[in-house]
């Protein structure tokens, strides 16, 4: 269940419960991209497939934004990378988006942890995709979290 916070925030940025958005595109672009074993996910993904969330953190005002779009998420990163990240998480992972305006890319694994990765840094944001849209609303910059070796 989303705080009062994260569905504020969400719904400044055009989500609504209802929201529904045709699955089949980030469907092709992961297929197309070498993901074709995840094209599910823009399903679990539901009403906040395609949204891009921006807002001011609380802690200092400055603007954040992340983006949950597979196709997003594919189409910035190398391939070798995300199967390092996998090797590393000992899970399988799949890009859904891009988070931190765009600094690093959101992938969710097998088990529905998300974690997010950029070259060598690789952390667990949260065990499902709930609780990252939880973490992300809240401006954290993941500094309290180790880094997956």
């Given at each position: ?33 070498g993901y074709g ?113």
């Open positions: 269940m989303l705080s009062d916070r994260a569905r504020q925030v969400l719904a400044d940025s055009g989500w609504t419960v209802d929201r529904a958005v045709d699955p089949e595109p980030a469907q092709e672009a992961l297929r197309a991209d074993r995840w094209a599910d996910v823009p399903l679990a993904l539901g009403s906040l497939l395609g949204l891009v969330v921006e807002f001011k953190r609380p802690q200092d005002g400055l603007v954040e934004r992340f983006a949950l779009d597979p196709a997003d998420g594919t189409s910035g990163e190398d391939p070798e990378l995300v199967a390092d990240w996998s090797r590393r998480a000992g899970e399988p992972l799949c890009p859904i988006g891009q988070a931190f305006r765009g600094n690093m890319t959101l992938v969710l694994g097998d088990s529905g942890v998300v974690y997010a990765g950029r070259d060598d840094l690789l952390f667990a944001v949260a065990p499902t995709i709930e609780g990252a849209v939880e973490e992300l609303t809240t401006g954290s910059l993941l500094t309290d979290k180790p880094d997956i070796p």
